[in-house]
T-cell receptor, first 118, second 107 residues
């Protein structure tokens, strides 16, 4: 069974940092691209970042470029999102997502809530 | 950037109804459209990819169609468990833009 389990969410002040983790199981992790997608409370879905299967290439939405860094550890079946210089508008549920192919998101974690507030 | 516009933003329907949700892209994107279902407090679930390809395990009452800029998700014979919010998404470029969602409510 494919499973993606996020952790690391919580309350952080504007300007602060947080690191999200996603532990995956049930599939050959090193073969798949992975993404983070976020959803502000009561709002729609927004793609945040992606990483290729060996971790050599990443991509980011303009809204987080230069502040967020996505990485992975294929030996540990883990994906990470380092979030720096957090803003109030980064408040959202962050989902770890598997890429079936070409940005088709076939498996999602349960999400972890980040609240940026003073 | 590619914008994805869904209509309607919400609808009321009864069990057994045929429901159609539209999604329009701001430019031609071939068949690079996917559809997701999201229930309250849950993660989205992939229903359809490549505009019309049913994801494994998804009931056949769900179907998708369209190409170019105009796409449709159809639920033939709405079931109680189908009341949810539905999102389209383009996978034509690396921004993976989503539509704003269509909430399907019980009439």
């Amino acid at each position: 069974e494919v499973q993606l389990v996020e952790s690391g969410g919580g309350l952080v002040q504007p300007g602060g940092s947080l690191r999200l983790s996603c532990e995956v199981s049930g599939f050959t992790f090193r073969s798949y691209w992975m993404h983070w997608v976020r959803q502000a409370p009561g709002k729609g879905l927004v793609w945040v970042s992606r990483i290729n299967s060996d971790g050599s290439r990443t991509g980011y939405a303009d809204s987080v470029k230069g502040r967020f860094t996505m990485s992975r550890d294929n030996a540990k079946n883990m994906v990470y999102l380092q979030m720096n210089s957090l803003r109030v508008e980064d408040t959202a549920i962050y989902y770890c997502v598997r890429d079936l192919e070409r940005y088709i998101f076939d498996y999602w974690g349960q999400g972890t809530l980040i609240t940026v507030s003073s | 950037d590619i914008q994805m516009t869904q209509s309607p933003s919400s609808l009321s329907a009864s069990v057994g109804d045929r429901v159609t949700i539209a999604c329009q892209a701001s430019q031609i994107i071939s068949t690079f459209v996917n559809w997701y279902q999201q229930k309250p407090g849950k993660a989205p679930k992939l229903l359809i990819h490549g505009a019309s390809r049913l994801q494994s395990g998804v009931p056949p009452r769900f179907s998708g169609s369209g190409s170019g800029t105009d796409f449709t998700l159809t639920i033939s014979g709405l079931q109680r468990e189908d009341f949810a919010t539905y999102f389209c998404q383009q996978s034509y470029n690396t921004l993976g833009t989503f539509g704003q969602g269509t909430k399907v409510e019980i009439k």
